[in-house]
């Protein structure tokens, strides 16, 4: 499957809830696309005015294209993500949850374990005792040639959603 047809499957699907930015930056990376979802949930007493506790939990889809990626180009992608975590994520009190979600499409996986050590990587981080929420990185490597999928353990959870479905599906 080519990388244009895959990534106008996929963003279809992200339309409806997400706010979809093409070229998007963070720090010194460069993503084709960024779909936010922000959702932030109020209790109330008596009236919308009297605010008692408030929620808030985000998640971040960063979608970028490279023609070949190996377990070097992977390690500094994960690195500078992780790096990031803290330009990407506001905490405050009201701040439960952040989950930030790298998808990275190819056409050639140039070492094979790559895939080993994409299925082993984990990311999480707490401020302040998670009393200001948690933030967590979970990867999505889209092999466009061989039409598999290879994730995180924390991408598992969404694995289905970047899955391979023709575009007459929807």
Same mark, same amino acid.
């Given at each position: ?9 996929? %963003?279809?699907?992200?339309?409806? !809830?997400? +706010?979809?930015?093409?070229? /998007?930056?963070?720090? =010194? %990376?460069?993503?084709?696309? *960024?779909?936010? /979802?922000?959702?932030? +949930? ?11 506790? @408030?929620?808030? !939990?985000?998640?971040? $889809? ?6 070949? &990626? ?12 992780? *790096? ?18 790298? &998808?990275?499409?190819? =056409?050639? &996986?140039?070492? *094979?374990?790559?895939? #080993?050590?994409?299925?082993? /990587? ?6 302040? %005792? +998670?009393? !200001?929420?948690? @933030? #967590?990185?979970?990867? &999505? ?6 039409? #598999?999928?290879? $994730? ?14 023709? *575009? =007459?599906?929807?």
């Amino acid at each position: 499957m080519k990388y244009e047809e895959y990534i106008q499957i996929v %963003l279809r699907r992200f339309y409806r !809830n997400f +706010n979809v930015v093409e070229h /998007y930056r963070v720090g =010194d %990376l460069s993503f084709s696309y *960024a779909a936010i /979802y922000k959702e932030r +949930n109020e209790r109330y007493f008596g009236s919308k005015k009297i605010v008692l506790d @408030a929620i808030e !939990n985000n998640e971040i $889809c960063l979608f970028t294209y490279l023609s070949s &990626i190996g377990i070097d180009h992977f390690k500094e992608l994960a690195s500078q993500l992780e *790096a990031s975590v803290s330009t990407l994520v506001k905490p405050t009190w009201e701040h439960m949850s952040t989950i930030i979600t790298c &998808i990275v499409m190819t =056409d050639e &996986i140039s070492d *094979a374990s790559l895939v #080993k050590k994409i299925e082993k /990587y984990r990311y999480g981080k707490s401020f302040l %005792l +998670n009393l !200001n929420g948690w @933030a #967590k990185i979970r990867f &999505i490597l889209v092999d466009l040639s061989h039409e #598999k999928i290879y $994730c995180s353990k924390e991408g598992d959870k969404v694995k289905k959603v970047y899955g391979f479905i023709s *575009a =007459d599906s929807f």
